[in-house]
């Protein structure tokens, strides 16, 4: 059975970090695309960051670049996003989902989606 579980979110003042991890069981990560999307309360869910593991290609969107990072761990089959720098408009339920496809400007979900998690940037 696939699954993605996200963890990591919480309550954090602006200009702080945070570190989420997404693990997966019942795939390897490597087999996939894989990224981050989030979505705040009345906004459209938007595509924050990904990773392609063939070749190590990334996206970011425009929003966090500079200040977010994507990585993974295969040998863990466990993606990261360490996000610094954050900002209010950060918050957001943050969900790691496979990509079926990205470019430089829009990435695509997948078929796979962990359950969410909150990260809130409040003081």
């Known amino acids: 059975q696939v699954q993605l579980v996200e963890s990591g979110g919480g309550l954090v003042q602006p200009g702080g970090s945070l570190r989420l991890s997404c693990a997966a069981s019942?795939?390897?990560?490597?087999?996939?695309?894989i990224g981050w999307f989030r979505q705040a309360p009345g906004k459209e869910r938007e595509g924050v960051s990904c990773?392609?593991?063939?070749?190590?290609?990334?996206y970011y969107a425009d929003s966090v670049k500079g200040r977010f990072t994507i990585s993974r761990d295969n040998a863990k089959n466990t993606m990261y996003l360490q996000m610094n720098s954050l900002k209010p408009e950060d918050t957001a339920v943050y969900y790691c989902?496979?990509?079926?496809?990205?470019?430089?400007?829009?990435?695509?979900?997948?078929?796979?989606w962990g359950q969410g998690t909150q990260v809130t940037v409040s003081s």
């Open positions: 019942g795939f390897t990560l490597d087999s996939y695309a």
């Open positions: 990773i392609r593991s063939s070749d190590g290609s990334t």
């Open positions: 989902a496979t990509v079926a496809a990205f470019n430089d400007y829009v990435m695509i979900p997948g078929r796979y």
